[in-house]
T-cell receptor
Framework: AQKITQTQPGMFVQEKEAVTLDCTYD???????LFWYKQPSSGEMIFLIY??????QNATEGRYSLNFQKARKSANLVISASQLGDSAMYFC?????????????FGRGTSLIVHP | GAGVSQSPRYKVAKRGQDVALRCDPI?????LFWYQQALGQGPEFLTY????????KSGLPSDRFFAERPEGSVSTLKIQRTQQEDSAVYLC??????????????FGPGTRLTVL
């Protein structure tokens, strides 16, 4: 079974609107961390936001917020007030504690295009 | 402060050739990760170093892949007798501390390897 599932291969949004990118995960660990990364065409992965499994509140970082629904095992990224520079690939990732290595597992990504 | 750098940025190899990919992590960063990102996929873990020790190499796809970090800073990923299925972007990431749920990884721009 896929540990991280991103069901939207591509999303389009108009500039200044909000967009939600979906991510569901699968783990039996009680302690885990969820991440979102942005990968522009230049190639490097840029960290956006982190949510710990025991965090009581949804994480927020500027225009990014993470809609964490633990019971549903979902960790959707919400980008408010989209900008043209937000056009990129977005990856959801998870780190688990089992084994102690904390190696992240990434989803297949969602391509976001922001149009004027 | 320089970020993570990788060289070369692009590499074209003939099938059967050996290649060496270099990663310069952020100075002082303890942990170093290598990932393979096939076209249209998320990054997949290859191997992990803490200082000069290779603590996890479970993601290396075959014994043709070898990684080293002899002095605990620069790392080299070597692929022997390259095959077409090795074509991918190879990403390097470093983090300041050792394993943990939330240890931010800083990624390099990647090396795009094309095997003809």
């Amino acid at each position: 079974a896929q540990k991280i599932t991103q069901t939207q291969p591509g999303m389009f949004v108009q500039e200044k609107e909000a967009v939600t990118l979906d991510c569901t995960y699968d783990t039996s660990d009680p302690s885990y961390g969820l991440f979102w990364y942005k990968q522009p065409s230049s190639g490097e992965m840029i960290f956006l936001i982190y949510q710990g499994s025991y965090d009581q509140q949804n994480a927020t970082e500027g225009r990014y917020s993470l809609n964490f629904q633990k019971a549903r095992k979902s960790a959707n990224l919400v980008i408010s007030a989209s900008q043209l520079g937000d056009s990129a690939m977005y990856f959801c990732a998870m780190r688990e504690t089992s084994g102690g290595s904390y190696i992240p597992t990434f989803g297949r990504g969602t391509s976001l295009i922001v149009h004027p | 402060g320089a970020g993570v750098s990788q060289s070369p940025r692009y590499k074209v190899a003939k099938r059967g050739q050996d290649v060496a990919l270099r990663c310069d992590p952020i100075s002082g960063h303890v942990s170093l990760f290598w990932y393979q990102q096939a076209l249209g996929q998320g990054p997949e873990f290859l191997t992990y170093f803490q200082n000069e020790a290779q603590l996890d190499k479970s993601g290396l796809p075959s014994d043709r892949f070898f990684a080293e970090r002899p002095e605990g800073s620069v790392s080299t990923l070597k692929i022997q007798r390259t095959q077409q299925e090795d074509s991918a972007v190879y990403l390097c990431a470093s983090s300041l501390v050792g394993p943990g749920l939330y240890n931010e990884q800083f990624f390099g721009p990647g090396t795009r390897l094309t095997v003809l």
